[in-house]
C-alpha cells in the first residue's frame, strides 16, 4: 500500500506539471468561464434557466470531449513508460506490478478527475455568489456522472496501455473507441431501427452498454420529461425505469465497466513482457 | 546465486537467446562481451525478470525472477544500457528509491559525490535535463547505494569521460568482494582489473566462459 501511494503521489505531481494537464484544466476551466460570459444562466431557453442550464451545456459538451482526453493522456502512460525504457528501470526496485499498475491507475484518476470537477464547483460558488439557486440535485448526479466517466475512459485506456506493444498505436486506438461511441454505435442501431429487424427495446439495451450514451440520458434524467431535448431513446428509458433506478445504474454500470478493463489491462501487464 | 538452465528467450521468429545454461556464484565479478546483438540485454532482462521464457529457467537464490520480483530485487542493482528520459526530478526520484527500496539518502548523496556529480543544484531538474554522463553517474551512485549482493550493469561507462571511468571502476573494486557482479562491456581491457571471469556470446549462445 505504501508503495502504490507512492506511485500514484510521484504520477500525480509528474502529471500536473506536463502540458497536457495545463490544456486539459484551461478547457473545462474556461468553458465554464465562457458559458458566465455568454450569459447562459441570465437566459431562457426551453425551459431551462440559470445555473441547471450551465450545468446541463458543461456536462454535455463534458460527455464529448472528456473520453478522448482521457484516453489520449492516459493510454500512453504504461506503453509511453514501456517504449522510452523508463519502465526498465523504475521496476528494478523492488515494486510490485500490481503496485505500479494501481498507483499509476490511482494518481491517473485524480489527475483526471479533480479538473472537471472543480470546474463545475467552481461554477456553483461563482453562480451562489451571483446570486443564482444552486440546483444541488444535479450536481451531485453530475459530480456522480463525472467520477463515472472518469472511471469508465481510465480504465478502458490503461487496457488499451498495456494491450499495446507501442505508444503510436494507442493512440489509434484511442481515436478509434472514442469515434465508435461517440458516433458508429448509434448509427448502426438507427439504422437497423428504420429497417425494422429490432425490437426497439433490444435496441435500447444495446444503446444503453454504451457508456457514452448512458451519460447523455443520464444527464437530462432529473429534468422534466415533457421538454423537446430529450431523445427516443431516453423518452423509453424513463418509461421504462424509475428515474432513480436509471440514476444508480448510470453511475454504477459505468465504474464497474472501468474496473473490469483496468483489471483485465493488470492481467495483460503482468502476464507479457515487462520491456 | 544465479542458476540459469536451458534458458531460451524468442521474438517471434528471432532466438534472441538460444538454449543457454550458466551458473553465476558469490565472489563472481563476470564480464559479459559479445557482438551487438549477441544477446548480452537479453540474458540480463530475463535475470530481471522482466522477459518471461520462452523456455527453461532462471533461478536467484532459489526464487523465480519474474513471480518474486519484489524479494529478489530487494538485492538487486541494475544500471540498463541507456539511461531512460525520466521525467521525475531528481529529487522525486531519489524519494522513489529510498522509499521503495530502502536505500539511505545520504549513501546517493555520497556515492555522487565519489563519481564528481553534485545532485544538490540539480534536486529540482528532472531527471531526463541532465547530461548523458550525469545521468550515468546518477544510475551508478544509486546503484552503489543500494548496497546490493547481485550488482549488473549494462555497458555503465558508455558515456562517460576517462575520469569518471576510474571513479567508477574504483568504487565498484571497493565495493564487489563477496558479491556478484555482472559487467556488459566491449572492452575487454577497461574491466580487467575488475572481473575475475570472461563470458563471450555470439548469435544467443554462450561461447566461453573462462576464469582471469
Ligand atoms: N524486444 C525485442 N523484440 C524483438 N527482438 C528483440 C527484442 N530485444 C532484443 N531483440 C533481438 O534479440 C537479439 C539480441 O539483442 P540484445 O539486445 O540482447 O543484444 P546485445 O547483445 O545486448 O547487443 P548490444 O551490444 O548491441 O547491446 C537482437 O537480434 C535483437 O534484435
Ligand atoms: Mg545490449
Redesign the interface.
Known amino acids: 500500500m505504501k508503495n502504490l501511494l507512492l506511485i500514484a503521489y510521484l504520477d500525480l505531481k509528474e502529471s500536473i506539471r506536463a502540458n497536457w494537464f495545463i490544456i486539459y484544466s484551461i478547457v473545462f476551466g474556461g468553458l465554464i468561464a465562457l458559458f458566465f460570459i455568454a450569459g447562459i444562466t441570465e437566459s431562457q431557453v426551453m425551459g431551462f434557466s440559470g445555473l441547471s442550464r450551465l450545468l446541463l451545456m458543461y456536462i454535455q459538451v463534458t460527455i464529448i470531449i472528456l473520453p478522448i482526453f482521457v484516453l489520449i493522456t492516459t493510454v500512453r502512460s504504461i506503453s509511453g513508460d514501456r517504449d522510452s525504457h523508463i519502465l526498465e528501470y523504475m521496476l528494478s526496485f523492488p515494486i510490485s506490478l500490481s503496485q505500479y499498475y494501481w498507483g499509476k491507475v490511482a494518481g491517473r484518476f485524480i489527475t483526471v478527475f479533480i479538473p472537471v470537477f472543480m470546474a463545475m464547483a467552481f461554477a456553483i460558488i461563482y453562480g451562489t455568489f451571483k446570486g443564482a439557486e444552486v440546483p444541488w440535485e444535479i450536481f451531485f448526479l453530475y459530480t456522480g456522472l463525472l467520477f463515472a466517466m472518469s472511471s469508465a475512459f481510465l480504465g478502458i485506456a490503461f487496457f488499451v496501455s498495456s494491450l499495446v506493444k507501442s505508444s503510436e498505436m494507442a493512440l489509434g486506438i484511442s481515436f478509434f473507441v472514442w469515434i465508435f461511441l461517440l458516433a458508429f454505435i448509434d448509427i448502426a442501431l438507427i439504422s437497423l431501427m428504420m429497417q425494422n429487424r429490432m425490437s426497439e427495446g433490444l435496441i435500447i439495451s444495446i444503446a444503453l452498454l454504451n457508456p457514452m450514451e448512458i451519460f447523455r440520458v443520464s444527464a437530462i434524467s432529473l429534468f422534466d420529461p415533457e421538454l423537446t431535448v430529450m431523445g427516443p431513446v431516453a423518452f423509453y428509458i424513463l418509461d421504462m425505469m424509475k428515474q432513480w433506478q436509471f440514476v444508480v445504474l448510470s453511475i454504477v454500470y459505468p465504474t464497474l465497466l472501468g474496473i473490469l478493463f483496468a483489471f483485465f489491462g493488470y492481467k495483460v501487464f503482468a502476464k507479457k513482457d515487462l520491456v | 546465486m544465479i542458476k540459469i538452465e536451458n534458458l531460451t528467450k524468442k521474438f517471434g521468429k528471432t532466438v534472441s537467446l538460444d538454449a543457454v545454461s550458466i551458473n553465476f556464484n558469490r565472489g563472481d565479478a563476470v564480464a559479459l562481451m559479445g557482438a551487438n546483438g549477441a544477446g548480452k540485454t537479453t540474458l540480463i ?1 530475463l535475470i ?5 521464457p520462452t523456455s527453461g529457467s532462471v533461478e536467484i537464490n532459489g526464487l523465480n525472477p519474474v513471480k518474486e ?6 538485492s ?1 542493482s ?1 544500471v ?1 544500457q ?7 526530478s531528481l529529487a ?1 526520484l531519489i ?3 529510498c ?3 530502502g536505500v539511505k539518502k545520504e549513501m546517493i548523496f555520497e556515492y555522487a559525490k565519489e563519481m564528481k556529480l553534485d545532485i544538490i543544484p540539480n534536486l529540482n531538474k528532472s531527471f531526463f535535463q541532465l547530461s548523458g554522463g550525469m545521468k550515468q553517474k546518477f ?1 551508478i551512485a544509486v546503484s552503489l547505494a543500494k548496497e546490493s549482493d547481485i550488482m549488473i550493469y549494462d555497458e555503465p561507462t558508455a558515456n562517460l569521460d576517462p575520469k569518471a571511468r576510474d571513479d567508477f571502476y574504483r568504487l565498484i573494486k571497493e565495493k564487489e568482494k563477496d558479491k556478484l557482479s555482472l559487467f556488459v562491456t566491449h572492452r575487454i581491457e577497461e574491466v580487467q582489473d575488475i572481473v575475475n571471469r570472461q563470458i563471450y556470446m555470439d548469435l544467443g549462445k554462450i561461447t566461453t566462459d573462462e576464469a582471469c
Not at chain 2, 530481471?48 to 518471461?52: I, L, Q, R
Not at chain 2, 541507456?82 to 521525475?88: A, D, M, N, S
Request: proline share 13%; hydrophobic share 35%; aromatic share 14%.
Open positions: 532482462r530481471m525478470g522482466y522477459y518471461h520480483r519484489v524479494d529478489i530485487l530487494q538487486v541494475f540498463p541507456l539511461p531512460p528520459p525520466i521525467k521525475l522525486e524519494s522513489y528509491i522509499k521503495s527500496s544510475l
